[in-house]
């Protein structure tokens, strides 16, 4: 099973730019649907976004939409999130997940569809 890595949290301002990635290890990420998650404290965790296998096809919780980017570099094994004009609600640790087989466009943003995990990146917007 595929072995993730996410990097790149930190305590930035309201309105301050970030980026997180998400790195592989024991397999390639270039054959996976990947998504993005996101836990804030006492919530449960959320959808942030996903990107299928080729980077084709990208999806957005509405709450990011417009501010957040999602991208992959197969060549590099990465998937990184980009993220724009921050609120202090974008506050939670990031979690980076690869998909089930089963995975599909209509499902991307539920959770029981991808089957790794990442350990989580801390990111803390303060205003």
């Known amino acids: 099973q595929v072995q993730l890595v996410e990097s790149g949290g930190g305590a930035v301002q309201a309105g301050d730019s970030l980026s997180v990635s998400c790195a592989a290890s024991g397999r390639t990420l270039s054959g996976y649907n990947v998504g993005w998650f996101r836990q804030a404290p006492g919530k449960e965790r959320a959808f942030v976004a996903a990107i299928n296998w080729s980077g084709s096809w990208t999806t957005y919780a509405d709450s990011v939409k417009g501010r957040f980017t999602i991208s992959r570099a197969n060549a590099k094994n990465t998937v990184s999130l980009q993220m724009n004009n921050l609120k202090t609600e974008d506050t939670a640790v990031y979690y980076c997940?690869?998909?089930?087989?089963?995975?599909?466009?209509?499902?991307?943003?539920?959770?029981?569809?991808?089957?790794?995990w990442g350990q989580g990146t801390q990111v803390t917007v303060s205003s």
């Open positions: 997940a690869t998909a089930r087989p089963s995975w599909r466009t209509e499902t991307a943003r539920a959770a029981e569809m991808y089957d790794a």
